[in-house]
């Protein structure tokens, strides 16, 4: 139970998602306390889109066998993410399903419930060309575009313990970054904010559209902001073409913001990390998302 105080029009803002294929990367790493980080901050992404602080949290975990420790290890994460976010764990469910998962595999997902007051909501509607398109940077793939990583990288444990001297680090620890969350940077600002995609599965073309109105399209200059290397390495070792990357991966941005010409500098003031990337134009041809 949950008991909601202190809003006068209140608009409850759900979702569920899981972290997909990431979890072969935690696997082989045996690493699992980030991942549990990863499902609160994509979820409260997501949410965040709307105008939408987390309320409370219901988590699922399944499993093969039943590990105490792995399970420890993930609503470990899940408690300091929400901890962060000012969002309550209030239950969930483990389940042991022998039939289904092996003995070492796993599957996590989560819903979250937000709220936002209805005056309030963002919903895209008022974006016109002429808009500013600001992005927020990621710091790698966050939880999506894994079965393409794993693909060109491996997820044994010997792939995901090489070292590239260009990351810094190994490969397991660069695809297990954990996935950014944006709440505390850009409530400030939220009121300055026509409309937000969150950058996840179809990176720019697949996620933009979603908040842009009939008639208008978003244009990026790809020149405006650098890609963490783990991209490049993902796209020369597989030979990806630049246009899937762009399909797959957040390619750098992790979350785009559209506002008017006069709040730009407002915006970049009260949000670290923010940049101009791009600008919204009338809708010449089928495409709603250009990227030069």
Not at 94 to 109: Q, S
Not at 219 to 244: L, M, T
Not at 273 to 291: F, M
Request: some cysteine; aromatic content about 6%.
């Amino acid at each position: 139970m949950f008991e909601l105080k202190g809003y006068t029009q209140p608009v409850l803002v759900s979702s569920i998602d899981g972290v997909g294929t990431k979890l072969k990367i935690a696997e082989a790493m045996d690493k699992h306390d980030s991942i549990g980080q990863d499902l609160v901050n994509h979820s409260v992404n997501d949410i965040l889109t709307c105008g939408a602080e987390p309320l409370f949290m219901l988590d699922y975990i399944a499993m093969g066998k039943l590990s105490p420790d792995k399970i420890e290890s993930i609503v470990k994460g899940l408690s300091i993410a929400c901890k962060e976010n000012n969002c309550a764990l209030i239950g969930g469910e483990t389940a042991e399903m022998p039939g289904l998962y092996a003995a070492g595999d796993y599957d996590i997902a989560a819903c979250i419930v937000g709220v936002v007051e209805k005056d309030k909501i963002i919903d895209g509607t008022s974006i016109e060309a002429g808009d500013i398109a600001l992005g927020l940077p990621s710091n790698g793939l966050h939880t999506n575009g894994y079965s393409l990583a794993r693909k060109v990288l491996g997820d044994t444990p010997e792939a995901a313990r090489k070292f590239y001297p260009e990351l810094g680090k190994t490969i397991g620890e660069a695809l297990l970054e954990t996935h950014i969350c944006y709440l505390k940077q850009l409530k400030p600002a939220l009121s300055l904010i026509k409309g937000m995609a969150h950058i996840t599965g179809g990176g720019l073309p697949g996620n933009v559209p979603r908040i842009l109105p009939d008639g208008v399209a978003a244009r990026f200059e790809s020149s405006k902001w650098a890609a963490p290397h783990i991209f490049r390495i993902i796209q020369e070792k597989g030979e990806v073409d630049g246009k899937e990357m762009y399909h797959v991966f957040n390619m750098g941005i992790g979350m785009v913001l559209f506002c008017s010409p006069e709040n730009v500098t407002k915006i970049t003031g009260l949000v670290s990390g923010a940049k101009v990337i791009g600008e919204v134009v009338k809708q010449t041809g089928n495409s709603r998302v250009i990227i030069e």
